[in-house]
Structure formats: C-alpha cells, structure tokens
C-alpha cells in the first residue's frame, strides 16, 4: 500500500530532550516535507526536500533541523524542544520536486512539557 | 494580509446543496493550486488540484480559477453528510513552497 508513516503518533517529553520524529514514504517520491498545525495558525511549512541531501526553510524552521540522506527517508529532529513546539506534526511527500500534489502522513502529536 | 485567505465558517447547507468555498491569495506569481480536506482527527487528503484559468470538475467537485482576481473557488455538488469537514485551501509560492488558507469548516446537515 503506498503510504506516508511517521512515528511516533503521540509523544510526550519535556524541555530540552532532544527527540527525533520519523518519516518514510514508499512511492519513491522526490518531494518530502513537514508541516505543524496548530489552532488559529492552520497548517505551516517547517522544513522541505526536493530530492536527497537538499533541504530548504519553509515559514517557520527555528527550532528545528532535518536530513534527507535516503529518498524514502526525512526525519524532523528537535534538539531542544520547548513547549511552543507542542504542535500536530504531518509530514507529506509529492512524485514532483516542485511539491505538487503533496499527500501527508497520519501526522505526530508532539507535547512538551 | 495573510499569503491565503479563507472564510473560517462553519459554512452549513442541507444535504443535497451545492456548498460553495471560496479562497483569495496574495502572491500573483503563484502557479499551483490545491483543495485538500481534512476530517476531526485526521490528516489533510487532497481532492482537487488546479493550475490554469477556468473551471476543472471532478465526479462531485469543481474547482474554479481566476488569476486576475487571484481567487479560487470548490463547489461541491449534491453534498451529503459524509462531505462535512475542514477544506483546506493551498498554494505554491515561488520557491516550492506550500502554503495553506486556515481553512473552511462545512456542515451539511441531513
């Protein structure tokens, strides 16, 4: 079945426990992406990949690193969370480098304490 | 102003309706346009993409474009309970880049 998986789902940890969220695809798709939703804000672009070891800023990065040394790999690392990271993370691939048509994982609920 | 712009709702029509979502952006060199929806809960699913001027229907949906007005519309014909949900509207500003609209909450109602 051709999907999007992160893992974990749901996580709890506190201030400063650096954490690493995983995201696979397995449509060989060359676009790779992170978003964080919260309430009033809607869905925002953390971080974006174009193909393997390119990475771009999308609106809001700070706070946030990522690596793509594998296609079907793009885990979101917080070195150092803090609680204005409690957020509903999806991550979304695209078959286009230009992130069109981009479909999303079933998403990370992340809280720090 | 915000890149998208989208009317919060809730947006409520009867069951059977055309249900009608509206979005405006800001950003004129914008080429790539998308209708995701989004159930409590769950994750964004996309249901329509529009790149050119005009109307561009799929079974129940149509998405319209206008570049001049900078505005892109989802009808949704015959709507049915099963429709209500979050729909989220999205762009692709230079840089590939995918901005989403807060996004409209539908309730049709049986």
């Known amino acids: 079945e051709a999907q999007v998986t992160q893992n974990p789902r749901y996580l709890i940890t506190v201030t400063g426990k650096k954490l690493t969220v995983t995201c696979s695809q397995n449509?060989?798709?060359?676009?790779m992406s992170w978003y964080r939703q919260d309430p009033g804000l809607g869905l925002r672009q953390i971080y974006y990949s174009m193909n393997v070891e390119v990475t771009d800023k999308g609106d809001v990065p700070e706070g946030y690193k990522v690596s793509r040394k594998e296609k079907r790999n793009f885990p979101l690392i917080l070195e150092s969370p803090s609680p204005n990271q409690t957020s509903l993370y999806f991550c979304?691939?695209?078959?286009?480098?230009?992130?069109?048509?981009?479909?999303f994982g079933p998403g990370t609920r992340l809280t720090v304490l | 102003q915000k890149e998208v712009e989208q009317n919060s709702g809730p947006l409520s029509v009867p069951e059977g309706a055309i249900a009608s979502l509206n979005c405006t952006y800001s950003?004129?060199?914008?080429?790539?346009f998308f209708w995701y929806r989004q159930y409590s809960g769950k994750s964004p699913e996309l249901i329509m993409f529009?790149?050119?001027?005009g109307d561009k229907e799929d079974g129940r949906f149509t998405a319209q474009l206008n570049k001049a007005s900078q505005y892109v519309s989802l009808l949704i014909r015959d709507s049915q309970p099963s429709d209500s949900a979050t729909y989220l509207c999205?762009?692709?500003?230079?840089?590939?880049?995918?901005?989403f609209g807060g996004g409209t909450r539908l309730m049709v109602k049986p």
């Open positions: 449509m060989n798709h060359e676009y």
């Open positions: 999205a762009v692709i500003r230079a840089g590939n880049m995918l901005t």
């Open positions: 529009i790149y050119s001027n």
């Open positions: 979304a691939s695209s078959p286009t480098s230009s992130g069109r048509e981009q479909y």
């Open positions: 950003d004129r060199g914008s080429q790539s």
